[in-house]
C-alpha cells in the first residue's frame, strides 16, 4: 500500500520554472532515498536527480546541474524537485521513485506528471 503521487506538472514556455513534488503514504519516509526519473516519448526513462534518506547528499545528471534542485520535508513526508530555464528538451513524464536504505534499487514508483516545454 505504499503510494507515492506527483504533482505540479504543467506546459510552460521555454525559460520558465516549475516546481513538482512527490507525496508518499504507506512508508516511513525518512527511511528512504528517493529520486526524480523522466521519461520522453520514443526515448528510455533517465535519471534526473535524487537525495538521500536525510537530504545530506543529492547527485543530478549532467543534463539538469546547476538548472535543478532537489529537497526533502519529512515532516511532510515530500519530495520536490525544482526546475528553472527549462528548454523543450525537458519536456517528459516526471517520475519519483524511493529506495529503501541500504539497497541500490528503487522499490516504489509513482504515476508521474507530465511536463510540457514549449518553444
Known amino acids: 500500500q505504499v503510494q507515492l503521487v506527483e504533482s505540479g506538472g504543467g506546459l510552460v514556455q521555454a525559460g520558465g520554472s516549475l516546481e513538482v513534488s512527490c507525496a508518499a503514504s504507506?512508508?516511513?519516509?525518512?527511511?528512504?532515498?528517493m529520486g526524480w526519473f523522466r521519461q520522453a516519448p520514443g526515448k528510455e526513462r533517465e535519471f534526473v536527480a535524487s537525495i538521500s534518506w536525510s537530504g545530506v547528499s543529492t547527485h543530478f545528471a549532467d543534463s539538469v546541474k546547476g538548472r535543478f534542485t532537489i529537497f526533502r520535508d519529512n515532516t511532510k513526508n515530500t519530495v520536490y524537485l525544482q526546475m528553472f530555464s527549462l528548454q523543450p528538451e525537458d519536456s517528459a513524464v516526471y517520475y519519483c521513485a524511493a529506495r529503501q536504505r541500504g539497497q541500490t534499487t528503487y522499490d516504489f514508483w509513482g504515476q508521474g506528471t507530465q511536463v510540457t516545454v514549449s518553444s
Open positions: 504507506g512508508l516511513t519516509f525518512s527511511m528512504y532515498d
